[in-house]
């Protein structure tokens, strides 16, 4: 069985406890690095000026305590190609939200059209609970 890397256990120790659910259930299923759970302020700001997140800060699943988004990938990560990500997406990830009845939005369902491979790679590893604002209000903004 796969486990995950130390960096990734702590990152995902800082999301919602329904992605935490789904996300240990993923693991158990795929090689999965955890790349991002909370964004503070300056982290967001940054992520905005260099075209990496369309928010600002406070506009992003990723900017609270708990964090209600999380970034994937599986391993290992290869930067020219998306078809990884979608297939965990399709196969393991989706499925498993739906089977444990979590609300979840992936990244790869946005618009993607006209996006180069390297901008699909923006929002491919990213998940979020759905409507994210509904569990922002539980939740307190991480300034980080
Ligand atoms: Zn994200």
């Known amino acids: 069985m796969p486990t995950l890397d130390k960096a990734s ?3 995902l120790a800082k999301a919602h406890p329904l992605l935490r659910k789904l ?3 993923v693991a158990k299923r795929a090689d999965i690095v955890i790349l991002e759970s909370q964004r503070g302020r300056a982290a967001q700001e940054l992520a905005y000026r260099t075209k990496r997140s369309k928010a600002r800060f406070g506009q992003s699943a990723h900017n609270w305590t708990p964090a209600i988004a999380l970034d994937v990938c599986p391993k290992p990560i290869d930067w020219k190609n998306t078809k990884p990500l979608v297939k965990l997406a399709k196969e393991i990830v989706l499925p498993l939200a739906k089977e ?14 006209g996006r180069t491979e390297d901008e699909k790679f923006v929002d491919m590893p990213h998940y979020e609970l759905s409507p994210w604002r509904n569990f922002a209000k539980d939740a307190a903004l991480f300034e980080g």
């Open 9 to 11: 256990a702590q990152r």
């Open 100 to 113: 444990l009845n979590i609300p979840l939005r992936w990244g790869g369902d946005w618009d993607m059209d």
């Open 23 to 25: 996300f240990t259930e």
